[in-house]
């Protein structure tokens, strides 16, 4: 289970401001890759510290309860990049994109959070210091300092967090694009290339939201 050992190692208990970022849907052939970044307060609910883990080791039903919990309890940005910048930048770039944009939305809740992230003997150092970010590569953030961490969502609390807040997010915008486009079964894939999904990109073409750069849909697209 995933603990603040990395968080303490970097300054949490001396009120250093620390967030853990996460991406969701790097691999499925629609819809945008989704990130967040989380801060764990000093004084989170012993039982939503207890439940918080890597969102694949979830169920869906589990990741739904906790979401608003982390929301209502931790401070946080989310933050995507569309199909479209997937396919200009490559997947791995846009990831590290949307991290950072999930970065940039946590920062603009400071000072909207004071009692979240302070106690009343200690003042809000009103600055995120260090970013740690789930594997092996790290967005470039000026004047932060970013650790990545492989398999970090099963290791830091605040990774994992920010794990299940991309993971629902993006599972709830595939299932309202599925409303639009029912023949491609994003409600249950989520994009991801099963059989189903592929048998009907075969059928019905493409739509605006699939990666346009990736392997199968560039062969639907060149009629092979």
Same mark, same amino acid.
């Given at each position: 289970?995933?603990?603040?050992?990395?968080?303490?190692?970097? &300054?949490?208990?001396? &009120?250093?401001?620390?967030?853990? %970022?996460?991406?969701?849907?790097? $691999?499925?052939?629609?819809?945008?890759?989704?990130?967040? !970044? =989380?801060?764990?307060?000093?004084?989170?609910?012993?039982?939503?510290?207890? !439940?918080?883990?890597?969102?694949?080791?979830?169920?869906?039903?589990?990741?739904?309860?906790? *979401?608003?919990? #982390?929301?209502?309890?931790?401070?946080? $940005?989310?933050?995507?990049?569309?199909?479209?910048?997937?396919?200009?930048?490559?997947?791995?770039?846009?990831?590290?994109?949307?991290?950072?944009?999930?970065?940039?939305?946590?920062?603009?809740? *400071?000072?909207?959070?004071?009692?979240?992230?302070?106690?009343?003997?200690?003042?809000? #150092?009103?600055?995120?210091?260090? @970013?740690?970010?789930? &594997?092996?590569?790290?967005?470039?953030?000026?004047?932060?300092?970013? #650790?990545?961490?492989?398999?970090?969502?099963?290791?830091?609390?605040? #990774?994992?967090? !920010?794990?299940?807040?991309?993971? =629902?997010?993006?599972?709830? @915008?595939?299932?309202?694009?599925?409303?639009?486009?029912?023949?491609?079964?994003?409600?249950?894939?989520?994009?991801?290339?099963? !059989?189903?999904? @592929?048998?009907?990109? %075969?059928?019905? $073409?493409? %739509?605006?939201?699939?990666?346009?750069?990736?392997?199968?849909?560039?062969?639907?697209?060149?009629?092979?």
């Amino acid at each position: 289970m995933p603990d603040l050992s990395y968080e303490i190692q970097n &300054g949490r208990l001396n &009120g250093t401001l620390i967030a853990g %970022t996460d991406e969701a849907g790097r $691999g499925p052939l629609a819809g945008p890759v989704v990130a967040a !970044a =989380v801060i764990i307060p000093q004084h989170i609910p012993k039982k939503l510290a207890a !439940a918080i883990n890597d969102s694949k080791q979830l169920s869906e039903k589990k990741r739904e309860e906790l *979401f608003p919990l #982390i929301i209502e309890h931790c401070v946080y $940005g989310i933050a995507e990049c569309s199909a479209q910048e997937i396919d200009q930048i490559n997947i791995l770039q846009a990831s590290l994109l949307a991290m950072k944009r999930a970065v940039e939305a946590l920062s603009n809740k *400071f000072s909207d959070e004071r009692r979240v992230l302070s106690n009343s003997a200690s003042p809000l #150092i009103s600055q995120l210091s260090t @970013l740690l970010v789930d &594997g092996n590569k790290a967005p470039v953030i000026p004047n932060v300092k970013t #650790i990545p961490i492989v398999k970090g969502d099963s290791k830091s609390m605040s #990774i994992a967090a !920010a794990s299940i807040l991309a993971k =629902v997010t993006r599972d709830r @915008l595939m299932k309202q694009l599925h409303e639009t486009f029912p023949h491609y079964g994003w409600a249950s894939n989520m994009g991801y290339p099963t !059989a189903s999904h @592929l048998d009907a990109l %075969t059928q019905h $073409g493409i %739509t605006p939201h699939h990666r346009k750069s990736f392997g199968p849909v560039k062969r639907v697209m060149s009629g092979e």
